[in-house]
Every structure is written in C-alpha cells, then in structure tokens.
C-alpha cells in the first residue's frame, strides 16, 4: 500500500476547520509560542512529515496534531496549526516574498513541447556570465531561493533551474545547451548539489572542446554513479510508481534528532519531493544512477570548489575522498553540518563560500556581479592577484 501523505490530509482537514490564515508577521520564521502543557511536558518537536527528530533545544508542539488530546489540540491557534503541518521554511515571511517578487519561467527549447525548463532568473540582465543552480534529485528551482534573495541583493545575477524529464547525460547535456543558447549565455558559472553537480561536470565535459562552463561549485557532489550500487537498476526506474520512487529517496534523508535548521530543511525537501511526478522522479534516479563517471583530464582547467559536509550525508567518506583526488587543486568549502542540504539549514555559510569562488572573476568580463557593486580598491586587488597568476603560469 502507498504511503499516505499526513501533509495533504491534515491540510485538507484544516482548511475545512479553519478559515484562511493571514501571512505570519516579520520574524516569525523560528517557530511558536510554546504551551504550558507542551513546554512542561518537555515533548520535543518531529519533523513536518517523515517523523525527523529535532534536538530538544525547544520543546514545541509534535506535528501529528490530531494526535493530540482534545483539550491540547482545541488550544492550537491556527498559525500554529499550520507552522507544524506544512513545515516552517515554506510558510516562513523570506519564502513568501520570494515567491511573491520573482517569476517563476517555462522555456521550451526542445523539439519535444513535453521537455519544460523551469526557472528563476533574478538580478542584473546585463551580466552574462551568470551563476546557474542544478537541483539534487528530490528538489526544484526554489530550494535556493535563500541563494537567490542573498546574492542578488549583493549585486549578483543568479539563475535557478528545475530540469525536464531526460533519460541520459547526453540528452540532457544537449537540452542544457540549447537552453544557454536561447538565454544568450556563452558561459556560465555552475552550483551543482548531489545530481546537479554531477550534472554539472558531465555539462563540462561535454562542452570541453567550446567550453560553456567557466567554473563550478560542487556541493555533496559525486564523479561517478556507481557508488550508489544501483547501476543495475538504473533501466528499471521508468517501471516504477511515485510511491516506491519517492521511498528510495527518502531513504537517503537523515534521521535521527537533528537541530531546528536541519529539520526544517528536510521537511521542505519532503515537500517539494511530493511535488515531483513520476517520470520527472524516474529520469532524475535514472540519471542518477545510470552506469556512467566524469573524465576529469576534459576539465582540469576549470576553477572548481567543493563544498560538502563533516556530518551525515548521503555521501560516503570514499566517495567525497575521490572527488578530492578528482580535483587536486581545488578549492575546498568544508561545513561542519548541513547534512544533505546545507544550502537551506546553513544558507549564510553557502553563500559566503558562494561569494569566496566568485571573487576570483570580479573585474573579469566572466564576473557574475555588477561591475557597479564592487568597489575599486577591490577591483585593484582582483587585478594584482590575476596578473600575479599569469605570471605564475608562463614560469
């Protein structure tokens, strides 16, 4: 039997107990007001939806709400209500005024009218070396949006993608291009988290000979599919339905107590993951998965940086150690947590590594920042270390 959602049920149910909420004020993204019942019982908060523990750092309400006594639950106010069932980040005043201010756009660059870009493009048009994000397997375009509200207000032009159902690498290494081609991007910049940095250095790879890529930030990124074990299952994953998808994904999400940031993080993954069909799921494990590995000699010469984490993530200590062999000369952004999903629980470290990587292009017709918001102390520095590096190189 499928797994019943206990988000879409107990959201149903609230809409017809309660009449529609206003925005949650300024300020109230952490959480709230605890009840003297809760707080004296010292009960601590699970997860939105897969049961993820949270350290009791603050007791609040557990999310099975209809679970609760009676005479506890009539004493929920309805902002409460649906803080706990619908997970914070997604109700929260920064993901509302994304939502709110930048568009989300469907392109078509395909023969086939099926195979749908959806995207963010935020910040100065006139730069046209952008900072492009590729989503994990389970999300889409708007789990950077705190990537995206942050380096925009700092002067810098970001795009989100949420790719279309492809089957291989090629495939989808073609409908890339054709995608930069039709945005008018000759070379782009490229966050890749899990799949989407493996995405990204396939992309590379495949440009090598008229490079497209001009650097790349591979967060819990991988280089080769097989040390998921599942390369023979790869074939396999079209035949599935949602349900069974959606659990192999799952599977890989921490579990355990975890922080208030981190538990946050997983309940909006868990739900943008509800938000994937089946096909969109499928191709994504298939990519995933599909016996394949990078061939690093075809991008040596790209600017690399690797962020990933000391805590528990879905990647192995081998698997991270082989992508610091990939790229000897990389950078390396290391997070003490962040689990899976460092770029929603850990947004302002991501960003500040995020900005560290792009420093090196300011001043360069390859910076994704308005020339405007750099200063020109900065520019004269950025312009001594690049002649400094030239040199190096003819020696």
């Not at 006594?69 to 409460?80: D, I, K, N, V």
């Not at 397997?137 to 990537?147: E, K, L, P, W, Y």
């Not at 799949?195 to 967060?219: D, M, N």
């Not at 947590?337 to 770029?343: D, M, V």
Request: charged residues 20%; negative net charge; proline residues 7%.
């Amino acid at each position: 039997m499928a797994p019943v959602s206990l988000t879409s049920a107990s959201v149903a149910m609230a809409a017809a107990l309660f009449p529609p909420l206003p925005r949650p004020a300024p300020g109230h993204v952490g959480g709230t007001a605890q009840h003297p019942e809760v707080a004296a019982g010292g009960c601590p908060r699970l997860g939105a939806r897969g049961g993820r523990g949270r350290a009791a750092e603050a007791p609040v309400l557990p999310v099975p709400v209809l679970l609760l006594s009676p005479e506890l639950a009539s004493r929920l106010t309805q902002t409460e209500f649906f803080l706990n069932i619908m997970g914070e980040i997604k109700v929260s005043p920064d993901y509302n005024w994304f939502r709110s201010t930048v568009p989300l756009k469907k392109i078509i660059v395909d023969d086939d009218d099926s195979k749908v870009w959806s995207l963010y493009d935020a910040g100065p048009r006139s730069i046209r070396c952008p900072l492009i994000f590729l989503p994990p397997v389970s999300g889409t375009a708007d789990v950077f949006f705190q990537q995206i509200l942050a380096l925009t207000g700092w002067g810098y032009r970001v795009i989100a993608l949420q790719y279309p159902v492809y089957w291989d690498h090629l495939e989808f290494c073609d409908g890339f291009r054709k995608l930069l081609d039709h945005l008018q991007l000759d070379k782009v910049h490229l966050f890749g988290a899990s799949l989407g940095g493996f995405l990204a250095q396939k992309f590379a790879e495949y440009t090598h000979k008229s490079p497209r890529v001009q650097s790349l930030i591979l967060c819990n990124a991988f280089s080769d599919t097989s040390i998921f074990n599942q390369t023979w299952t790869a074939n396999s994953f079209w035949l599935m339905p949602a349900f069974m998808l959606k659990k192999i994904v799952l599977g890989n999400f921490a579990s355990g107590p975890l922080d208030p940031e981190m538990a946050d993080g997983i309940d909006f993954m868990v739900d943008r993951l509800e938000s994937l069909g089946q096909s969109e799921l499928a191709s994504r494990l298939t990519l995933n998965c599909q016996n394949s590995y990078v061939e690093p000699h075809k991008i040596r010469d790209i600017p690399v940086t690797i962020m990933d984490v000391f805590d528990q993530s879905a990647l192995s200590t081998e698997a991270k150690e082989e992508m610091y062999k990939l790229y000897p000369n990389a950078r390396r952004a290391h997070l003490k947590t962040g689990g899976n999903f460092p770029y929603l629980c850990r947004s302002a470290e991501v960003n500040l590594y995020i900005q560290i990587h792009l420093l090196q292009f300011h001043g360069t017709r390859y910076a994704a920042i308005d020339p405007s918001m750099v200063s020109a102390e900065e520019l004269e520095v950025q312009k001594i270390s690049l002649h400094s590096s030239n040199e190096h190189e003819e020696q």
